[in-house]
């Protein structure tokens, strides 16, 4: 009677491993096709890099495809910093009348309260994971501009060069 009690546990303990050795596996493949599209990603920005010498509106462009793809995101922006401003000089995928204000006013100085301004004075991502639920102030920052463009996630994520700021990407999903 002995074994026939321990026989359930043993059978639930190994049920437990295999599921716990499923889950593991899992994980480490998502890792891995994470890691592998970073991999093709950063390849394909250094090719542009060297076909491009001095060149820097297609190496931009580039980073923030990626960027883009790598997010699942709908579109986004690559900004350069421009004393307390920054400059648009990149974008992808996004809308046309968020492409046409950008085009009209391609230097911003964001909103203190603002993910991109966030980011850029941190130095550190932010997310904002509803911005049309957010009050921001008027203009084109925040919840106005989420709604010109169809957003609702936001992801800003500041640019450094030898922990200097240069700019920062942010990245729109409309989920």
Same mark, same amino acid.
């Given at each position: 009677t002995l074994r026939r009690n321990n026989a359930p546990k043993s059978a639930r303990l190994r049920s437990s491993l295999a599921a716990g050795e499923?889950? *593991?596996?899992?994980? =480490?493949?998502?890792e891995l096709a994470e890691a592998r599209e970073r991999e093709a990603a950063? %390849?394909?920005? !250094?090719?542009?890099? %060297? *076909?491009?010498? #001095?060149e820097l509106e297609p190496v931009f462009q580039a980073i923030l495809e990626n960027a883009t793809r790598i997010c699942?995101?709908?579109? #986004?922006?690559?900004?350069? %910093?421009?004393? &307390?401003s920054v400059r648009c000089v990149a974008m992808h995928g996004a809308p046309e009348p968020f492409v046409?204000?950008?085009? /009209? *006013? $391609?230097v911003i100085r964001p909103h203190p309260s603002t993910a991109l301004?966030?980011?850029l004075a941190t130095r550190r991502p932010v997310q904002? &994971? &509803?911005?049309? %639920?957010?009050?921001?102030?008027? #203009?084109y920052t925040g919840a106005? =501009?989420?709604? !010109?463009?169809?957003? /609702?996630?936001? !992801?800003?994520? $500041?640019?450094?060069k030898d922990n200097e700021?240069? #700019?920062?990407?942010?990245i729109f999903r409309q989920d």
């Open positions: 499923e889950a *593991n596996v899992e994980q =480490l493949t998502r950063t %390849s394909e920005v !250094l090719k542009v890099i %060297s *076909n491009s010498p #001095g699942e995101a709908k579109f #986004g922006v690559l900004f350069r %910093s421009e004393g &307390d046409e204000e950008r085009r /009209r *006013n $391609p301004a966030r980011a904002i &994971d &509803d911005i049309q %639920s957010e009050t921001r102030p008027s #203009g106005q =501009l989420a709604k !010109l463009a169809g957003a /609702r996630t936001v !992801l800003a994520v $500041p640019m450094l700021l240069i #700019g920062a990407i942010i």
